[in-house]
């Protein structure tokens, strides 16, 4: 007998093992009836003894009997198992929520890796950018610095030329003073040898 529609296999398939079972013995009754019935119907046509008769009809009544019982049984795993498929299909609703909230979380959760993802890019990029700028900046400086020992080394040979300069300047300067003062004195003797002749002339006259 096929499982039916929504079942699953588990731990409710005792219940459809026996809810099977039932039903093969109600067809198994059903069809022992049917014989038992075409027997009296041969009986009538027929002549049997009485005990024959008490004995059919014995077996019919506690047919019937099986068989009414056997139909409530039947009545009641029919009932539990439309329980347990009820609670087969209000889990199964329960499952199809739990997957979409799961689906739903793992889409925001994509979402989320994907922007910081992005962010972690842009964050890549721009500490590139920066690096290469800091790295272009310590070229400039690293230029400057070697543009300074330059003009520091031409200041420092300067300042030797002006020291040599000013030490030539002084040195000129000193010559030029010494030089004047000797001019000084021969004029000054020049100018006494002159005075004095010109009063020994003006005595002789």
């Not at 198994?28 to 038992?36: A, R």
């Not at 027929?46 to 009544?61: A, I, T």
């Not at 959760?109 to 992005?118: G, I, N, T, Y």
């Not at 300042?159 to 030490?167: C, L, W, Y």
Request: charged share 35%.
């Amino acid at each position: 007998m096929a499982t039916p529609l929504g079942w699953s296999q588990g731990g409710s398939g005792s219940v459809c093992l026996a809810f099977d079972q039932l039903r093969d013995v109600i067809e198994s009754q059903e069809e022992l009836i049917h014989q038992l019935r075409n027997v009296m119907v041969l009986q009538d046509e027929n002549f049997v003894s009485k005990e024959e008769f008490q004995e059919v009809e014995k077996k019919l009544v506690d047919e019937k009997a099986a068989h009414a019982k056997t139909k409530a049984l039947l009545a009641k795993e029919e009932e539990k198992l439309q329980f347990a498929l009820g609670e087969v299909e209000v889990l199964s609703k329960q499952l199809e929520k739990e997957k979409m909230a799961f689906e739903k979380a793992l889409s925001s959760v994509k979402s989320r890796v994907l922007q910081e993802s992005s962010k972690k890019d842009q964050l890549i990029t721009k500490c590139n950018e920066i690096e290469s700028h800091i790295i272009k900046q310590e070229d400039i400086l690293n230029g400057k610095e070697n543009e300074i020992k330059e003009l520091q080394q031409v200041i420092s040979q300067q300042k030797q030329i002006f020291r040599n300069h000013m030490s030539d300047f002084r040195i000129q300067k000193q010559q030029e003073t010494y030089m004047a003062q000797v001019l000084d004195q021969k004029h000054k003797k020049a100018s006494g040898t002159r005075r004095a002749r010109s009063r020994q002339c003006s005595r002789e006259k």
